[in-house]
């Protein structure tokens, strides 16, 4: 009878279990699919999206996609990071939400989502709608790609997956591209270097290059040329760099080092100004932009060349002749 008895209990027990676990399973499934939806209104939020803005601490940064082409309008609608922006919408597009954690906003600072540390961002599409928006908080501890996220305007907090803090934690300075100018060797029409009292032009001519109206070394200038296809500067000035103005920097009125006027064969044209060096870096600058850039001192050192290095001599030229048929 009393085996029976603890039979029977343990059977309850169990069904009892059975029952919690199912119970827990279909809360989690309810809940799951009550979840609601991280990007809206759009299947491809990567493509759709036209504006997307952060904030962080002061700091709001606004880029805008015109023509296909991605741009930070709060910095003079100067050149994005194509990639930069590029991943950060994949991440929006493709993050989702997994669990509530709270209901109460008076919790956001447990999760770093005050408005002293949260980031808040919003992407949007051509016609104004908004495809994802809300605030990020925390990392969540042990997760690298699940972080605390609050919707716009709404107080409860969930978890996110698919989007860890850092992917949105940018300034205006990471979305900005290194990329000074864009100059292909089969476009260059002239490259024209000023530096110091020394004048180097190197200019087509036909099918073939001439330094100073003489007959170039082919491979020379080509490294020259190469250099120019997608000159990137190493880094930018520092603002207390800046503060002391252009002259300071070598680079009011006529560039201290170099000045490199590059002429495209539609008709297009840089003015490359090269000034002061600071450490390993030169500080540069576009007569026609703001942007101060730093350069590597081996960007530099091949602008520097002199015409004994690049003019082909009377012997480099008589057995090039021999070997073309």
Do not use: C
């Not at 016609?127 to 928006?133: C, E, K, M, P, T």
């Amino acid at each position: 009878m009393r085996s029976r008895t603890v039979k029977i209990f343990w059977i309850a027990t169990g069904v009892m279990l059975i029952f919690l676990l199912a119970v827990q399973v279909g809360r989690g499934v309810l809940d799951y699919k009550r979840m609601p939806a991280f990007a809206r209104h759009t299947k491809n939020l990567a493509k759709d999206a036209t504006t997307l803005n952060v904030e962080r601490l002061a700091e709001k940064i606004v880029l805008e996609k015109k023509d296909g082409v991605w741009t930070l309008a709060s910095s003079q609608n100067y050149p994005a990071q194509e990639s930069t922006v590029n991943d950060i919408l994949a991440a929006l597009g493709s993050a989702e939400l997994e669990e509530r954690v709270s209901s109460r906003s008076d919790r956001f600072a447990d999760f770093e989502l005050d408005d002293v540390r949260s980031i808040k961002f919003s992407a949007k599409n051509e016609a104004g709608r908004v495809l994802a928006a809300g605030r990020m908080g925390k990392q969540v501890l042990g997760s690298w790609d699940r972080s605390y996220f609050a919707p716009q305007d709404a107080s409860a907090v969930y978890i996110v997956k698919g989007l860890p803090r850092y992917q949105l934690d940018k300034s205006a300075i990471d979305f900005k591209t290194r990329v000074i100018l864009e100059a292909p060797k089969d476009k260059i029409s002239s490259v024209v270097i000023h530096s110091g009292r020394t004048t180097l032009a190197i200019k087509k001519d036909g099918a073939a290059w001439k330094v100073n109206g003489k007959n170039a070394k082919e491979d020379k200038v080509a490294d020259i040329l190469k250099g120019l296809g997608q000159f990137e500067a190493n880094d930018f000035a520092e603002p207390f760099e800046v503060a002391g103005g252009l002259k300071k920097l070598g680079l009011e009125k006529k560039p201290s080092e170099a000045l490199v006027k590059i002429l495209m064969t539609d008709g297009k044209a840089y003015e490359l100004w090269i000034g002061e060096k600071k450490d390993t870096l030169y500080f540069a600058k576009l007569s026609d932009r703001p942007t101060i850039w730093k350069l590597g001192e081996w960007k530099v050192t091949p602008l520097k060349a002199k015409e004994a290095d690049l003019v082909a001599t009377a012997s480099s030229v008589s057995s090039k002749n021999k070997l073309t048929p």
